[in-house]
């Protein structure tokens, strides 16, 4: 039996109610605050996240899905093209079997016949040319080619910049002529990365179509990431991000601290909106790029004669990135990182001006908070305010929601100053923390219709459409069902009405509606049955 893959889940009814439930809600406190929906692709070259992610976080050092998107069979016409410009006097070319598919990276083979030449030439493409390459061709060269000729001519068509010497040695031992092209002469395969998040990809989008001409930009997604973690309660590789960015030009605001405390007030309005009211809103500053360079600097100090009896993680990031140091969760490091400075301590003026405005607005608006001087979060793009929203009844994997201001970010990509500022709740978790509501939000039948006896599906067939247009939720059952069947049916599915549509009924245009919750069975005439229905929900 096939399974869903390992740290992957089918979400199945009646949960996925709640999980709509959770969108419906957000995508509400969104419309309030003018928040519009952006949808990025779900994969994105891997450089985006390697230069905005970091490369020393673990996501990209070692959670990311990756993969050679190498030109696939289908690209044939790509290299047919290149010979026909290599031998303008051609007479046909011959695809050569489909050996490609074993090969990550293609490698197609043609044969060329060319007008007037004796023997034909046998082709293979190959990004890297490896030994197999050589061997594929030699082989060609042993199946002959019926041409009277007998043996062809051998080429490797290869990047230069990946060719070997030994590879190289060995097509002249063979026999097997090598043509060298540079990146330009041909697409090379390009490493593409399943969103592990999603602001890189918004920011992408804000850089690829100009989005600064709108001023600021409050964008909201929704929607599946993937890290390769070790999977437990609360930690899926496909997991499912609820979030927004806030960004723009500076000349729109996008700076202002005023668009923190908005957004951090935001996520408070919608857990209540949830019914989650014992959620924690962790918040601290970690400085921009002034502040870093003095803090890595006594962080690198301070942690010079202990690292050595820290994990090897830590060990690295004590050279590499010191601030991933706090990332640490082995406990036997947690005394030593508890005695490292803190970024507070380092914080330039406006920073500090900054995170005092955030602070003083959250307290006016009643927004509650805790200082939290730890709290680095585990993504490199984060400047000045950072925060994390927790809630006890998840348990280890407590954290609902992450974000910050990520003011470099857009230039580290290529693009315009765009100051900006976003969060990510994981929604796997917010659901799971929803439990007790699935009831509350699962939509039931309001009424089962149960046709009595031969020819009476169409009758019902008719009626549920008229009900389903006065925007009641109707089940059919079939005329092949006993009464009895069709009671016990509509009970499973906890429809509140089960409707009788027999001959007599049609006739008269009285039906039998039965309450389910009280027992109570009247007639009600055609005309008066949505609305009778309606009045009991
Ligand atoms: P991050 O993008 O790491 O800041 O994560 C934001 C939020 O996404 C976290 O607070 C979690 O709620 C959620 N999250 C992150 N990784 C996972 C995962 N592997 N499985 C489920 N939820 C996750």
């Known amino acids: 039996m096939i399974k869903a893959v390992r740290g992957t889940r089918d979400l199945l009814p009646p949960e996925t109610a709640l999980w709509n439930f959770v969108e419906a809600a957000a995508r509400d406190i969104f419309r309030a605050y003018n928040f519009q929906e952006i949808r990025t692709p779900i994969f994105e070259e891997t450089q985006l996240f390697a230069r905005s992610v970091g490369e020393e976080t673990d996501i990209v050092s070692k959670e990311m899905y990756t993969w050679e998107d190498g030109t696939e ?20 070319l011959e695809r050569m079997g489909p050996d490609f598919s074993k090969r990550k990276v293609f490698g197609p083979t043609l044969r060329v016949h060319p007008k007037g030449k004796t023997s034909p030439t046998v082709v293979r493409f190959s990004h890297r040319a490896t030994f197999q ?15 009277p000729s007998g043996k062809p001519q ?6 230069s910049a990946t060719l070997s010497e030994s590879v190289r040695a060995f097509a002249k031992k063979e026999g097997v002529e090598i043509e060298e092209l540079t990146l330009k002469d041909f697409a090379p395969p390009q490493s593409l990365t399943l969103r592990p998040e999603n602001t890189a990809g918004v920011v992408r989008a804000y850089i690829e179509h100009k989005l600064w001409e709108r001023g600021l930009n409050k964008l909201f997604y929704i929607g599946p990431q993937f890290r390769r973690e070790r999977p437990q309660k609360g930690r899926y590789r496909q997991f499912y991000q609820i979030g927004a960015e806030v960004i723009g030009p500076p000349s729109a605001g996008s700076e202002s601290p005023a ?44 942690l010079e004669p202990v690292v050595a009896k820290m994990c090897v993680d830590c060990q690295r990031r ?14 036997e490091d947690q005394p030593i990182i508890e005695t490292l400075p803190r970024i507070s301590q380092y914080l330039d003026e406006p920073c500090r001006k900054h995170f005092a405005q955030v602070k003083d607005i959250l307290t006016f608006v009643g927004v509650e908070f805790q200082e939290n001087d730890r709290l680095v979060r585990g993504l490199d793009y984060y400047t000045r305010t950072a925060f994390e929203f927790t809630h006890g009844a998840l348990g280890a994997q407590n954290a609902i929601l992450g974000g910050g201001r990520y003011d470099g970010l857009s230039e580290a ?10 969060f990510a709740i994981g929604e796997d978790r917010l659901v799971m923390s929803l439990k007790e509501t699935a009831d509350a939000v699962q939509h039931k039948p309001d009424v089962y219709i149960a046709p009595l ?20 939720i109707v089940e059919l059952g079939d005329e092949s069902f006993r009464l009895k069947k069709s009671f016990e049916t509509a009970d499973k599915l906890g429809a509140k009405f089960t409707l009788i ?18 027992g109570e069975q009247v007639s009600v005439p055609r005309s008066e049955l949505a609305q009778k229905i309606q009045s009991s929900r």
């Not at 061997?135 to 019926?146: I, Q, V, Y």
């Not at 051998?154 to 990047?159: A, G, Q």
């Not at 990509?413 to 976003?422: D, E, K, S, V, Y």
């Not at 549509?501 to 039906?511: A, I, L, M, Q, Y």
Request: glycine share 10%.
């Open 154 to 159: 051998l080429l490797l068509v290869t990047l």
């Open 413 to 422: 990509l290529g693009g315009p100053q765009a100051p900006g500022i976003g």
């Open 259 to 302: 668009r923190d405390a908005e957004l951090l007030e935001m996520l408070a309005t919608f857990l209540e909106r949830l019914g989650i009211t014992d959620w924690d809103l962790q918040l601290n500053s970690v400085g921009c790029p002034n502040d870093r360079a003095a803090y890595n600097e006594a962080l690198r100090k301070a």
């Open 133 to 147: 390459d050589v061997h594929n061709l030699t082989e060609a060269r042993e199946r002959g080619t019926g041409h």
């Open 318 to 331: 004590a050279v590499t990135n010191p601030l991933r140091v706090f990332d640490c969760k082995v406990p």
């Open 453 to 472: 006896g031969d020819g009476m599906n169409r009758e019902a067939a008719r009626l549920a459409r008229e009900l389903r247009r006065r925007d009641l």
């Open 501 to 518: 549509v027999g001959e007599n009924e049609v006739k008269s245009g009285n039906f039998a509606l039965k309450n389910l919750g009280t």
């Open 73 to 92: 069979p289908a690209d044939y016409a790509l290299y047919e093209e290149w010979l026909i410009r290599r031998y303008p006097g051609i007479g046909t």
